[in-house]
């Protein structure tokens, strides 16, 4: 089975709709989205549809999805994430708002195949930024595979009986084979807004019977969506930042 992998999107139509461009070319079979698909940018009901529209789906939902459905109010939200978090929430069709109310919690497995989750297995809102919280996940969980999103950053953590490492990814194309006998944990980037210093849309696919991940860094409209943001009146950093992939 070929995977496409999403996450973060962010509702970014641009660096979505060059991501799915490119992955006509590359046949999959299912498509997973680990969550936060709309907040930040301008195309929150553009980017709903697009998701929804993949066929077959599994999506779980991101802190940005809660707030912006409004299962949460966004306490611990920064001013310029819960400002474009409460626009997201008045611009959305009933129909798109309902369904993001409705994407389950991670983690949850994929044709017992893999774990997904937004944050972590443990918490979803927690982040996974090294490998002391790698560590701490793996400690706590016994997925040989799971993906994950939340810190935009595309990298795999590899757990083997003698040490804990970090295979950082290199653009535009990043191939690596999952050994036997070794656990990881796989984040593919954000589609929308990367900040891992590359503005390049970021995502990943998978073959379950290679085993091999692919991560792969799309050029898109970086302009374009910029101009979008400004025109909603949303907060300029939040434009600024997709030119510098932070």
């Known amino acids: ?26 046949p999959w079979d299912k498509c997973v989205f680990l969550g936060d698909l709309v907040g930040y940018g301008a195309n929150p009901n553009q980017t709903v549809d697009m998701v929804r529209a993949l066929k077959p789906l ?14 949460e109010e966004g306490e611990l939200f920064n001013r310029m994430a819960l400002e474009a978090a409460l626009w997201t929430r008045r611009k959305l069709t009933k129909s798109n708002l309902h369904w993001l109310k409705k994407l389950p919690e991670g983690p949850t497995m994929v044709d017992d195949t893999f774990a997904i989750c937004h944050g972590t297995p443990v918490d979803e809102d927690a982040y996974i930024f ?33 040490a804990i490492t970090t295979i950082l990814t290199v653009a535009p194309s990043f191939r690596f084979k999952l050994r036997p006998g070794v656990r990881y944990l796989v984040n ?21 019977e290679t085993r091999m991940v692919s991560i792969h860094r799309i050029p898109y409209q970086v302009k374009a969506t910029q101009q979008k943001i400004l025109k909603a009146g949303l907060p300029r950093p939040l434009a600024d930042r997709l030119a510098i992939g932070r």
């Open 188 to 208: 593919p980037g954000s589609v929308g807004q990367p900040r891992d210093g590359n503005p390049l849309a970021s995502f990943a696919m998978f073959d379950s």
């Open 58 to 71: 599994v999506a779980i939902r991101g802190n940005h999805d809660k707030v912006c459905s409004g299962i």
């Open 1 to 26: 089975m070929k995977y496409l992998i999403l996450s973060d999107i962010h509702s970014n139509k641009e660096a979505l709709t060059a991501v799915l461009s490119f992955v006509r070319r590359k």
């Open 130 to 162: 090294g490998e002391i919280e790698a560590l701490n996940v793996f400690r706590h969980t016994e997925f040989p595979v799971t993906f994950f999103g939340h810190s935009h950053f595309p990298v795999i953590f590899a757990l083997s009986p003698d």
